[in-house]
């Protein structure tokens, strides 16, 4: 059984290694730079626990709590925002006049995702996961993952990502 | 055209670079630290809740059975071992009426006062004669008392208890009547003399009841006057709250109360003194001795009576027999110094005093038997019993639960309460600076 140092240690070793990927997805997850480094930060701070039982093959059980961290906080921070009145404007409808690249209108139609479809889309479009390794890392059925896919790949496509193969 | 993944990732690209921070195990083990210690408290807080809730609802006193009405006689009994009630134990305000009792007794009560204090003070309470269950009897307008065991009557079918009532008078406490509690009922005859609203002379002599549990029988002076030779015997009729003098003033010793299946029995000297309460005569019977106390038996002819024995100082001897002309002197092995009863018409019950020994004596052959009879140490003094019930057999007396102080459960909850609320507080206050 490793000790406290060498747990640090691999710890450590697998944050240099992979917090540019976790920040990659993380980015996708929120949008935002400082939110990701935060969503991060915080999924990071919340393994140190468990590190002892995960540390031969922590990427898995980091992407859940990066996710369900991701879902979590918008729940939370929901409660706490004022709606505005007026919907943010459509990008689709700017984008021929404007000629925004698809990266915006890419970045702009996961925002008006549900955390939860943004999370599906990002892990089975991104992470490449399966359906049912979707589901266990966001604690869904595998019947919610295909329904949640579903729709936000339709959102997608209004929005004008039209362009896109799934 | 461009897959998602390949749309996915060229956005990703915009994420942000940073820099691993070192501090960052640390912060994940004081976290960790934390939050056991938080799990820790949220369980002992929990703990603390259910041991609270238990405590509160093994700490709340049943509720009572409801008071037995209509009881047969035969299944009255008197207890051989007399239990008071605990201090905090409920009185009859609380638990309504008690049903017929075999004995009332004097005995400490405590009373919460602010939210810690306790005020302990001498309370009446008795003993059911259905189920032994003990309660503090609150009289109304007995006040604070002072109580003695001679200042308190119960009637001997065990329906009624005879108590005196007072007020307050510039610190002291004074005689203002007499007041008359139905325990099967549960309500009280309050018995007022128009004349003297303040009751003086010999108010200190025993309240006793007629054979017939129909009449209080009371000492005092119908002058207001404390001098000697001033009291009257006045007996109450408790049904109709009527007061009628069976023996005037005129006498320096108060007379001595006794007791027969029906009128009002007392002695004087040698001589035994009834008094008829439907016609007002009075009949007497003359002893050759100096009587102390005279009781006919259940059949109205059987007769015992006390010899007080001269001023020698030799113990008081008792005397029985099939007639008041018929006695006989017994030796029942004790000093006998009151008698309490008939368990028929040729058994006699007697107690010594102090230590309320008793014992059956069998007033043909003059055998005396033990009856076994145990006290329980919190009494203030010695119990009276309901003497009719002498004629049923005994049962073991019932110890009392023993009620604590009722500000207790809430103590508790309060402080549970707190806990919880630090708890949740603690845990909110984490939540918040974590966000």
Redesign the interface.
């Known amino acids: 059984m490793p000790g406290a140092d060498d747990l ?1 240690a691999s ?2 070793a697998y ?2 290694a992979r ?2 990927a976790l ?6 997850l929120t949008g935002d ?2 939110a ?2 935060d969503l ?2 915080t999924a ?6 468990t ?1 002892g039982r995960i540390a031969d093959h922590p990427d898995p059980y980091v992407r859940r709590v990066l996710a369900r961290e991701s879902v979590n906080r918008w729940r ?1 921070r929901r409660w706490r925002e004022v709606a505005t009145e007026e919907p943010p404007e459509r990008v689709a409808a700017d984008r021929a006049q404007d000629g925004v690249d ?2 915006m209108v ?2 702009q139609a ?1 925002d008006r995702l549900a955390p939860r479809q943004r999370a599906v ?2 892990l089975r ?2 992470e ?1 996961l399966t359906e049912a390794q979707t589901a266990e890392v966001l604690g869904i059925s595998v019947g919610t993952v295909k329904s949640q896919a579903r729709d936000a ?1 339709a959102r ?1 496509r209004l929005e004008a ?1 039209d ?4 | 055209m461009s897959t998602l993944h390949d749309l996915l990732s060229d956005l990703a690209d915009d994420a942000p670079a940073g820099r691993p921070d070192p501090g960052l195990w640390g912060r994940g083990v004081r976290r960790r630290r934390r939050r056991q210690a938080a799990r820790i408290g949220a369980v002992v807080a929990a703990v603390a809740v259910v041991a609270v809730l238990a405590a509160v609802v093994r700490l709340q006193p049943a509720a009572p059975p409801p008071a037995p009405v209509d009881v047969p006689f035969g299944q009255l009994h008197l207890p051989r071992a007399v239990h008071a009630p605990g201090p905090w134990a409920p009185g009859t305000d609380e638990t309504g009426a008690p049903g017929p009792l075999a004995v009332v007794g004097l005995a400490q009560r405590n009373e919460a006062t602010g939210l810690r204090g306790v005020r302990t003070a001498l309370a009446v309470f008795g003993v059911s004669a259905v189920d032994g269950r003990a309660v503090y009897l609150d009289l109304r307008g007995a006040g604070a008392g002072p109580f003695y065991a001679d200042a308190l009557a119960l009637s001997p079918d065990g329906t009624k208890v005879g108590y005196q009532r007072h007020e307050s008078w510039r610190g002291e406490p004074r005689v203002i009547g007499f007041g008359v509690y139905d325990t099967v009922t549960g309500r009280t005859t309050l018995l007022d003399d128009p004349d003297n609203p303040v009751i003086r002379g010999g108010v200190a002599s025993e309240l006793t009841f007629s054979g017939d549990s129909r009449h209080l029988e009371t000492t005092y002076s119908l002058t207001g006057s404390e001098g000697a030779r001033q009291d009257s015997l006045v007996v109450w009729d408790v049904t109709t709250g009527e007061p009628t003098v069976a023996e005037p003033a005129g006498h320096y010793w108060m007379p001595i109360p006794g007791r027969a299946p029906s009128g009002v029995v007392w002695s004087r000297g040698g001589e035994t003194f009834t008094f008829d309460t439907a016609t007002g005569r009075t009949t007497s019977v003359r002893s050759g001795f100096d009587v102390g106390q005279a009781v006919y038996g259940p059949d109205g002819r059987s007769f015992a009576a006390i010899d007080l024995a001269g001023a020698d100082g030799t113990p008081w001897r008792l005397w029985a027999g099939p007639r008041p002309d018929a006695l006989r002197q017994l030796d029942p092995g004790i000093d006998v110094d009151e008698i309490l009863g008939w368990r028929d018409p040729r058994h006699l019950v007697v107690r010594q005093l102090p230590d309320g020994r008793a014992v059956e004596v069998d007033i043909v052959t003059g055998r005396a038997t033990g009856l076994g009879l145990s006290l329980d140490r919190e009494l203030d003094s010695l119990p009276r019993f309901a003497a009719d019930l002498w004629a049923n057999p005994l049962v073991d007396g019932v110890a009392p639960d023993r009620a604590g102080d009722p500000r207790r459960p809430w103590q508790l909850g309060a402080v549970g309460l707190l806990v919880v609320l630090l708890v949740a507080a603690g845990v909110l206050g984490r939540r918040r600076a974590r966000r």
């Open positions: 640090q710890f450590e944050v240099v917090r540019g920040l990659r997805t993380a980015y996708l730079a400082h990701a480094e991060v930060q990071l701070l919340k393994v140190v626990g590190w939370r698809d990266r890419l970045r996961l889309i990002v479009y991104y490449d790949l997608l990502v362009t896109v193969r799934a």
